[in-house]
């Protein structure tokens, strides 16, 4: 059964530091896997897919990496700001739906 | 995101009443999902949809049902409602080229007491 892990489960970084977030996951025959943002109290914002072929994917300020043979994925935020502050959410794609992991929450202060 | 709303937003209920949670979409996509959050085990899946009148079970699917008659509505049904469906809901929808970019839904908040 696939299962997602997220480490660190809570974060607390100053504002201007670049920051790593990590997950992974048991089985490698995944599809591909999605990291998502998540406000209190609001639903989920998709930031990032990468496919299984694919090594890396980069959206602004974030930079998402995948090794699917070891069953890792990373989630570089450079330049952290306050408005990065927000649950972060691993999943990846074997098929039918998303697995989650428990996600990471971070807080950036100023 | 991706036109995708869910209906009602909050709702408090009876052990034991029906409850029916709604999510809509105007975008004719064709695959969809319920999933429920919880604090502790992350997001689950409850049910999907792979077209009107397709459906299959998720991993946390027994006291849950659904129904898709329309391409643009994807129901989730609690028959009997207990304390321990208290959850937040989420509807969500597959999309992009391959259908592999998956878009959720503001959520409903449901408290069973």
């Known amino acids: 059964k696939q299962e997602v892990t997220q480490i660190p489960a809570a974060l607390s970084v100053p504002e201007g530091e670049n920051l790593v977030l990590n997950c992974s996951f048991t089985?490698?025959?995944?599809?591909?896997l999605q990291w998502f943002r998540q406000d209190p109290g609001k639903g989920l914002t998709s930031l990032l897919l990468i496919q299984s072929s694919q090594r890396e994917q980069t959206s602004g300020r974030l930079n998402a990496s995948l090794d699917k043979s070891s069953g890792r994925s990373t989630l570089y935020i450079a330049a952290s700001q306050p408005g990065d502050s927000a649950t972060y959410l691993c999943a990846v794609y074997a098929g039918t739906a998303l697995i989650f992991g428990k996600g990471t929450t971070l807080s950036v202060s100023s | 995101d991706a036109g995708i709303t869910q209906s009602p937003r909050h709702k408090v209920t009876e052990t034991g009443t029906p409850v029916t949670l709604r999510c809509h979409q105007t975008e004719n996509h064709r695959y969809m999902y319920w999933y429920r959050q919880d604090p502790g085990h992350g997001l689950r899946l409850i049910h999907y949809?792979?077209?009107?009148?397709?459906?299959d079970k998720g991993e946390v699917s027994d006291g849950y049902s659904v129904s898709r008659s329309k391409t643009e509505d994807f129901l989730l049904t609690l028959e009997s409602a207990t304390s321990s469906q208290t959850s937040v809901y989420f509807c969500?929808?597959?999309?992009?080229?391959?259908?592999?970019?998956?878009?959720f839904g503001p959520g409903t908040r449901l408290l069973v007491l």
């Open positions: 969500a929808i597959s999309a992009g080229t391959d259908q592999e970019t998956q878009y």
């Open positions: 089985d490698s025959a995944i599809y591909n």
């Open positions: 949809s792979y077209g009107v009148k397709d459906t």
